[in-house]
C-alpha cells in the first residue's frame, strides 16, 4: 500500500476499535512505492529533504502517532497492534505498557536467532543498534501501538532524504547514523522470508499475551471507512499541517532533547506590542491526546511577551491533565522557552531579532557576558579555503583571498586586541576552553554551526567559561552526514563566518553600559 493508503487504514481501524465495533488486531505494513513518514508533531519542511524525495519517487506523509521521521523502503515491515484498553488494564500514558508490546519483538527476534533488548522508552536493539523503533496514539477507548522492523536497510537513502537532527544524538556518541541502526541482514548476513518474520512476530505475540491470533482481511465497515478517509490523507492539508513559523521574520526557535525526545519551541513575536503572535511546537515526543499540542498552541496565540507566563500555561495544561508526554517533565518540556527568551533579549542591545536566532549563549546572558568584555575569538577550520596550506592548522596569514571569511575575522578580532585561534577539532575546541579557564579568561566569542553547539551545549556549560557562540554560513558537516571527519579535523569542504553577524555583536559590545530590564 502507498503511505496515504497505510495511514488512512490505520485511522479507520482505530477509530471503530475505539468505539468497541471491530476485534483487537495484528497488523503488518509494507509500503510502495518507499515513502518517508513525519510523526504527528513534525514539521515536513524541517525533517525531510523534500526535493530529493519528489526528485526519487519518494513518497512523503504524516503519521498518526508521535515519534520521529522515518524512511520506510519496499523491504521493510511495518507491525501494529490495535487494542482495546481495558485488556491491558491501562490508562494512557503508561510507560510500562511500551515495555509489553515491545518484548513479543524482542522474542520474535531470537526466534529468527538474534539477542534483541528493550530499551527505554521505546526501542529495539541489537547490541545497543536501533532494529525498530514504535510509537502509539489512542482513540476513544482503545490504542494504536506500532513498530518497525528493519528488514534490509537502505541507509544511504535514508539520510539523504531526512534531516538528521543533531539534537537527538547524545554526547561523545558516534555521529554517524550508520552506527546507531542496524537491520536483519547486516546481522544475519542474509534476509529472512517477509512470511518468516511474521510467523515469528505472530508468534512472540501470542506467547506474550497468552492469545491465539487468526488470520482475516478487513471487515465491510473497515473497508467503508477507510475508503471515506483515503482522499484526507492524501491531501497536502494532511502531510503539511505542521508549517515551520521559523521562516517567518521576527521568529525565534529553540530546542532541548531528554531521554524522552525533542522538543522544539518556534515563537512569533511582536516585540513592539510585547506579543507572542504564534507558537509552534515540534519534536519526535509522544503526546497523549494526540492533539493537545494543538490546543495547547492555540491558548498561546497572543500572549504577552512573559515567560512566566507562557510557562504558567504550559504548566497547568501539565497539572490539568490536558497534556502527558511519557517521561518527559514539565521541567524538560518548557526548557526551550527560556532558550527563546535569552535570544529575544539580546534583541535589547540592538541587534536584529533574525540575528539573535543565530545566537547562543553558554555560562550566561548576553547582557552578562559582554559585562565580562570578551578577549577570546575562536573560529572553525572549516571556513578556511579548502585549498589553504594553513586550514587544518591554527593560525591564519589574513591574506586577501576573496572566499575566505576567515581572514576578515581574524582582523577584526586584531582590531580588538583579542587573542584568535582557529579550531581544528574537538579536542581542539576542549583544550581552548580549558586553557581559557586556567588562564582565567572571562569571556569569549566563538563561530560554529548551530548543530554543533546544540550537540556540544552540555560540554560548553561543563567548561564553565561564558560565551557567545554565533551560526556559520553555508552547509555544515552535519547535513553532508561528515560529523565524524569535522570531529577529527577532516570535513574537506568550506563554510564561511558571518562577518554581518560577527559586527553586530561587537558593535553590541562597544556600545555595552548596563544590562537592559529584564522581561
Known sequence: ?????????????????????????????????????????????????????????????????????????????????????????????????????????????????????????????INGKKISGTGGTESDDAFLFQGTMLVDFDVDTMLKALRIPVEKLKAKEIDSVKDRVTCLRWELGTVPALEAIKAAVRRGFEQHLGIRLAPGGLLPEEEALFRRKLPHYRSAQWTDQVQPVHQRRGSLQAAFKSDAGLVRYTLALNRRQKLVKEVLITGDFLSYPARALYDLEAELRGAPLDREWIRAVVRRFFDEGRLCIPGMSFDDFVKPIDQVFQKAEIADYGIPLEQCDLINLANGSFGEILQHRPSVLLLPYCAKPTGCDLRYRKACRTCDQPDCTTGAAWRIGRERRMRIATVVSFEDLWGELMRMKADGVSAFVGCCCQPFFIKHAEDFRRAGVPGILLDINNTTCYELDQAREAYAGGYDKQTSVNIELLNSVFGALDVFRAPPAAH
Not at 83 to 101: G, I, Q
Open 1 to 125: 500500500m502507498t503511505a496515504a493508503e497505510n495511514m488512512a487504514l490505520d485511522d479507520a481501524l482505530l477509530e471503530l476499535r475505539g468505539q468497541g465495533r471491530t476485534p483487537n488486531t495484528l497488523r503488518f505494513l509494507q509500503f510502495k512505492p518507499r515513502c518517508v513518514l513525519v510523526g504527528f508533531h513534525q514539521c515536513v519542511q524541517e525533517e525531510v529533504r523534500a526535493d530529493y524525495c519528489r526528485t526519487h519517487g519518494i513518497e512523503i506523509n504524516r503519521r498518526n502517532t508521535g515519534g520521529g521521521a522515518i524512511f520506510f523502503d519496499e523491504n521493510q515491515l511495518g507491525w501494529e497492534v490495535l487494542c482495546d484498553k481495558a485488556f491491558f488494564n491501562v490508562t494512557l500514558p503508561d510507560l510500562s505498557l511500551f515495555r509489553r508490546l515491545c518484548l513479543p519483538v524482542v522474542s520474535a527476534l531470537g526466534f529468527l536467532g538474534l539477542r534483541a533488548e528493550f530499551r527505554p522508552r521505546n526501542d529495539i536493539e
